[in-house]
């Protein structure tokens, strides 16, 4: 919303649709008092009663989801720690992200059908986690869809890369922009990676390789929190920042730690990375978390981080405040302004395989580099993995491919199957194994109608 | 040996190399004894005293070594006890397997060389473990090699699916041989797997599912032993036999808890599957073995075996006693006067994918059936795995790959890696893995010449 | 009709539809009339008015039917001529083939269409040309229907084959069954190689290639004729085996000079290879084809012929004759007794590319070597084939997939491209290319329901 | 050269290496009096008496050399019109191309292997024909060559289709700069498709298909001509120029015709497209040549072109005239600023298919979009070509690969093979054809050090 006010080139409409109509309501208010504030009468916004309205007619449409509420998400993270396994968010891969992942299927289906129903031509962004299921189940149930899923996670790491570099003196402080950081990308979503960096007419790896050297035991904490979003405030930290830098800020411990062994810098921030390696390594328990400088994200946090932005929302709404237009850093707006006609972008970006990962099966959808086009994104060749990262990210690639044939089969033994050969409930007995996702799926899953499996 | 006895079609020299001389100088002497006791004079035993000795002007070349010996072995599957990780046989994959493989790779590039150079149209069938491994090393030294892998865990199935249809009342006890059960096989070495399999023309899967029905809680004892080769005496059970049955038979509820799950019938002894699966399944501790129904096998007990093979073997060559001339139930002879152009054999085999699999890489060393004939194996197409199938399979295939790159390329810690990938090493700390690695080389791999990894 | 006289251990009903119901009537009574006779009455067949009446409850269905009538066999075979394209077949490639194609995809949908309601666990096995054309479309309409195309041409190679090494001394004249004759077939249906052949221990490719030293200028004319089936009488030969001999038998030249030239043995024959080859080669006009000692057989034969046919029938039917039983040579009934479980068969045919052939498109059909089981038929991988035999197995490969595209797309000027395409069309001016494919299609395409395109 | 002198970036050392020192010698004398002229004293020219002496310290290599003289040029392109065949061009596809490809790969192998151990770190950037065969060679002989092929055809096209834009009316006359036509390429060098065309937030292609309909039957010679290099004077065309545009410009009607049946934009002059296809659609004879609207560019023309040339040559480097430096239009300098991290840049470049077109051959020389970066050169994933076009790429592409490896396995056998199945040559008989291959090979190749195949 905030990057229209800056937007000079572009105009349009904007529907929104949200299973709760209030909310659509509150932000189609508060999106139209920023621009009219600003004088961008060219945005407007309009909240819509059904999905199919909201469709009807667009050009690009953004997908941004929570799968089920937060008390489904209490249970995808921290049921499995009756059993000794910890995640550090749960939204994306393990016992959680697959939970997680029956919930979202089913809604990514009707989504699909809509599009195709209603704006078969449209572009669709997805923001959405478990990122590479959800971007899956839309190609899966309509192929001929137009759609691609977004991550700012590799952004971070650039930003990292920017700081190793001005650390070494090869410019000031704060002097290289993120996207002068060129990276080749290749792997999945939050378990990504970058085996070339270059700045201007630099190798970065020799600089990041001294830099994992001096920081890979004692962290980094200098490094710029895991997510800058919606930071607002300067000055003395509140408490409502402090708790937000706590859960998601990291020393980079596990970022170097996966360098100085596999030789790829690992692009996303060390708490989806955790999750995707063997538990043993960085996740055996809470005072391993801890000791290698991350955290582990409680969704209480998450419940109280809601309640505030819900308050806030309101307070703007009521017009009791207003919201403060700045860039996000997002490149949501790009995106759209490239799919437009307007420039061409290079970023990464999740897209079904269709020859950019030659080790990866076809179809699986993998993160690498793309192009940015009106009304194209083509994807880069990225070259393969060495063949141990192959074997980890195949891991994670099979069980997304299991989890979705299950729901689409409508076969929860198949379910059962990929979640107890997951990295970290592989460590249970088949019983307990079994135990979790009955207890996972009773708390979590509607059946019948909408949920992933018939009733019975 | 014994199989040539019977043989009525072909003749030939058999050309023994051992890295004891003496070993083969006895074989000889036996095998010398045992055909012109049974009068079959085209057939002559000569020890050579070099491999290229042995290999010049061979037809088809059989190897079977044991990498190291049996204390590096008990390295290998003990060793890792103190970390909690148990394995039932520790040599074709898991932490046993993948050190072994650090000793055999360095071998077989030596065999594939000096078949290379001494008979480089000669048929290599190869028996030796890890047998994907091994296989798999031949061709990528010598990429034109003809060279193929064999193995009688797949026999002992269909003995078993025999055994099923009996039981099920569609022919008499013991009247189904196991060549007339028609079985699809895919995967990899140990971890094989079948999706069709019939008897005439009955679909063996719904009388397996009632078998698994009725005994996989209580486990089928009456099944053959896991290995009924040699198994020479009737009456009451030596105390040698009695051994050998308590480590090498089971219960088959391995197998029957896969079907259950999967669907598809495991096509190996338990022993074996259990190690290719996650760990805390059916590894956990010794007892959750015991309640499976299948044993650990201590390495102790295959030095007091192989002593006693020795001491027979004595006996033998000093003519004290006169070796038994019985079928063996193997496939080698059959093999070969099928690659000498009697007769044709569909059998499993291991050989490198050019297609038979194309769910797996292209290249890897996989089981699937293969039609043999003059100067020809040609593996059938098997189809795919199901994705969750295909997820465990993988994994090891990946591993496999690994570790032959780690020797090919020198690099101890691309070895180290693929090691802590390991499904069961990967339940440890890095800190463990690694020291668990160091001690397991230290005991077992002689560096520099002949050795996997450059000194220093 | 006339194996099953012969035939001992499986026995059926045998349900016949036919688009004329008077000839499915008659061969009905024809079939009754020859099994009675011979005291097999454990078959019996049954006309039946509807495709649907015929396939409900199969296990077995052959397909064989005629894409139209002779007279538009007559435009494909004949209308090019005006244009200097000489065709020696005319039905399974080239221009006439492809337009037989655009009769034959519709036909064969609507089959497809039927075996997925009436028979979706059926095995079908086709005898129609253009055989790759039709068994692929089966596929496409149904993917998961159980099909097979089958054809005798790589038979009576393997009866050449036998004849070569009689002829060599190795054994007796017709002493050697071409079951014996083991040869490794790849390509795809009527332009098929053989890249390895042997009998019992003997390589055949030396044999050959004295063979064809010796005959390529010459020609071999004692060898069987290119089909051996139906040819009944003895002595001096009627008229009608002399005009048959005639079109269908060859000097077997153009097998030896492909050769002479590629190494690889052509598995088909004569008039068949030369319409796969550029034209120039062996299809420049009539006095070359005669030179290279095959012949076009005329399509006024063919309704000659099935004149004759016909009025047989008809004495069968009316008992004024009794039809003669004689093993056919063809094998289709031991392909449906292999896919009953009566046995193990390894043959021929033609399959949706699955892996057997890496070097051609997933999914086009290819012709290799199979097994027959009980419920399966496996292929052989097949290994590639030298690039230049490749590129011109391809562009088949190719012209096949896109006019089933185009039917299956009702693109019409799609259809035109493939035309203008082919070896023989593409020595045609654009403007002659046209012509010719409207004046085809407007002679043999009904339009609207049932044809190819839509009207308009 | 010329392009240097308005470099501000980047400086540098470039030196000369050609088969005649002499004219190395000339071209540095001119380039260092051109560069010191324009005060641009950071680059300078030298001379090299050796290939490894040139290559060794690069960091860019520049491969463009004419493989035999012109002499052998007009073999290749005018001996095949004895047997009624025609050739526009002659130097990448077709008789002439698969001749002058046997004399090419040898010294491309030697260029390989030069860069292999004097500069295996040095990007190779190749401008010679046949440009798919010379940079394929480069990888086979040395694979980890960074080696890109690069070609102006492609821009030709844009540059028409910002002329088709203009023409519509959507921007003024010559406003429309070629790189911001954003055009989708695949294929390979010389016979490339565009897919996709935008230009800001217009598709190009219902313009170009206006103009199609407007201009396919008469003609658009308004077009730039097919190349405007070294097209310096104003005013009255000299009668050199007159010549040039006769032999190299062309009236667009090839590339209209292909776009009217196939759909998609072909982009590469007409003469090129012209001998990818059938010969009988474009190629037939010198009238129809003509009444297409482009031509047959003697060779005749091309001696006297260079003669010329030369002598030009001669009078800068002996003073008697400056010469001007002009921006050529060409992208070479900026592909190496680009390769040394001065910018990004996204253009259509020939490297092997590494998934970039995924139904053509693993690691066949392909042409689609890059994005060129620091020492990186990533091809865009471009999708499949439609079943059609893609049967005439893929014959080409098998051809090359065919033709290679003749060369690499001296088997001259298999490159009369090729070339016997070459779209043109197949319209030959055998005979015809193996006395046109005789010729040229006899004309225009030496035999024993150096060339194609071994003398006997």
Chains 1, 2, 3, 4 share one sequence.
Not at 133 to 142: G, N
Not at 384 to 395: F, G, M, N, Q
Not at 417 to 434: E, I
Request: charged share 25%; aromatic share 8%.
């Amino acid at each position: 919303m905030q990057d229209l006010v800056f937007e000079q080139e572009i105009a349009g409409r904007i529907e929104l649709y949200d299973i709760s109509p209030e909310d659509a309501e509150t932000n189609a208010v508060i999106g139209n008092a920023l621009v009219s504030r600003h004088k961008r009468g060219q945005w407007t916004f309009h909240a819509k009663a059904s999905l199919e309205d909201a469709l009807s007619g667009s050009d690009v449409v953004f997908v941004s989801i929570l799968p089920g509420d937060f008390e489904d998400m209490a249970v995808d993270v921290h049921a499995p720690e009756a059993y000794g396994i910890y995640q550090s968010v749960g939204d994306s891969v393990g016992a959680g992200g697959l939970i997680r992942a029956l919930r979202t299927i089913p809604q990514f289906r009707v989504i699909a059908r809509a599009v195709e129903h209603c704006a078969p031509d449209a572009w669709v962004i997805n923001y959405t986690n478990p990122m590479s299921i959800s971007t899956r189940t839309l190609y899966k149930e309509f192929p001929r869809i137009k759609a691609a899923g977004c991550c700012h996670e590799v952004f971070n790491t650039q930003k990292l890369l920017a700081t190793v570099l001005e650390l070494a003196g090869c410019a000031p402080e704060g002097s290289i922009a993120r996207e002068e950081i060129h990276t080749r990308v290749l792997g999945i979503n939050h378990f990504t990676w970058i085996d070339r960096a270059s700045w201007k007419d630099l190798d970065i790896f020799p600089y990041y390789k001294q830099f994992a050297a001096r920081y890979a035991e004692e962290g980094f904490r200098d490094a710029p929190p895991a997510t800058t979003f919606a930071t607002g405030g300067a000055g003395a930290e509140d408490p409502e920042e402090a708790a937000r830098r706590r859960f998601f800020s990291s020393a980079e411990r596990v970022k170097m730690d996966l360098f100085r062994r596999y030789g790829l810098i690992a692009a996303a921030g060390d708490r989806h990375l955790a999750e995707f390696c063997p538990h043993a390594w960085y996740l055996a328990n809470p005072e391993q978390v801890e000791a290698w400088g991350y955290a582990l994200t409680p969704v209480s946090w998450r419940i109280a981080n809601q309640n505030a932005l819900k308050e806030r929302a309101k307070v703007y709404r009521e017009g009791r405040a207003t919201m403060k237009a700045a860039v996000s850093g997002e490149e949501g707006l790009a995106i759209v302004k490239a799919l437009m006609g307007q420039g061409t972008l290079i970023s990464n970006v999740n897209l079904p395989n269709q020859g950019q990962m030659p080790d990866m099966p076809r179809d699986a959808v993998v993160e690498t580099n793309a192009v940015f086009l009106r009304d194209r994104i083509e994807p880069l060749a990225a070259g393969e993995l060495p063949v141990d990262l192959r074997a980890l990210v195949t891991h994670h690639v099979l069980a997304q491919e299991g989890i979705i044939e299950a729901v689409f089969e409508q076969d929860r033994e198949k379910a059962f199957r990929v979640f107890s050969q997951d990295l970290a409930v592989q460590t249970l007995s088949l019983r307990d194994a079994r135990a979790l996702f009955d207890h996972m799926c009773a708390k979590t899953l509607r059946n019948g109608a909408g949920g992933p499996f018939r009733a019975g």
